[in-house]
């Protein structure tokens, strides 16, 4: 059975890196046609923030595409955000998820970062 | 940037009775490849989301069959043939057709 989960520092100080990683179990992470992470600030919808794709290509939204970067660890089995300048807009519930047989078929359970000094 | 409407924004729905969700694409999501890939996503309170339906109307893993897509083009439905109280929660239509992926705002489903 697939699993994600986040893992990172809950709170990040304005204009420092947010640095958040995802553990996969129950699946090699090298043979995934996406992982991907989206965020949800509070009581708000979905954004969706990037994703890796299984040849290492990067998609980012335009939005934060300047401050983001989606990387893959496969000897840890597990891929990585970094979102960089944070400020209060940042605060968010920040989703793992992979796109295995199906886009975003399976999610982590979800962080809250919040933003504040 | 293809932008994602779901109408309504809310639905109280009698349970035992259908329910259905509209979401609208500002524009085609045929791929390239000749797929169509509009998801549909139910995020019940305090839960991450869990995906329903993908490619218009295939039922993902474990989703029961009263949950059913359809559409095409830019129109797409999803409907609930008989509302349970596990189907209590925020849906939410996405594309995966092209970059950046994009979600509706997302339709609360409430029971009366």
């Known amino acids: 059975q697939v699993q994600l989960q986040e893992s990172g520092p809950g709170l990040v100080k304005p204009s420092e890196t947010l640095s958040l990683t995802c553990t996969v179990s129950?699946?090699?992470?090298?043979?995934?046609?996406?992982w991907g992470w989206i965020r949800q600030p509070p009581g708000k919808g979905l954004e969706w923030i990037g994703s890796i794709y299984q040849s290492g290509s990067t998609y980012y939204n335009p939005s934060l595409k300047s401050r983001v970067t989606i990387s893959v660890d496969t000897s840890k089995n597990q891929f990585s955000l970094k979102l960089s300048s944070v400020t209060a807009a940042d605060t968010a519930v920040y989703y793992c998820?992979?796109?295995?047989?199906?886009?975003?078929?399976?999610w982590g359970q979800g962080t809250l970062v919040t933003v504040s000094s | 940037e293809i932008v994602m409407t779901q109408i309504p924004l809310s639905s109280p729905v009698t349970l035992g009775q259908p329910a259905s969700i509209s979401c609208r694409s500002s524009?085609?999501?045929?791929?390239?490849?000749?797929?169509?890939?509009l998801s549909w996503l139910l995020q019940r309170p305090g839960q991450p989301p869990r995906l329903l339906i993908y490619t218009i109307s295939n039922r993902f893993s474990g989703v029961p069959d009263r949950f059913s897509g359809s559409g095409a083009g830019t129109d797409f439905t999803l409907k609930i043939s008989r509302v349970e109280a596990e189907d209590v929660g925020v849906y939410y239509c996405m594309q995966t057709t092209q970059f950046p992926w994009t979600f509706g705002q997302g339709t609360k489903v409430e029971i009366k």
């Open positions: 524009q085609s999501l045929v791929h390239s490849d000749g797929n169509t890939y």
């Open positions: 998820a992979s796109t295995l047989r199906a886009p975003n078929d399976y």
């Open positions: 129950g699946h090699s992470i090298s043979s995934a046609y996406y």
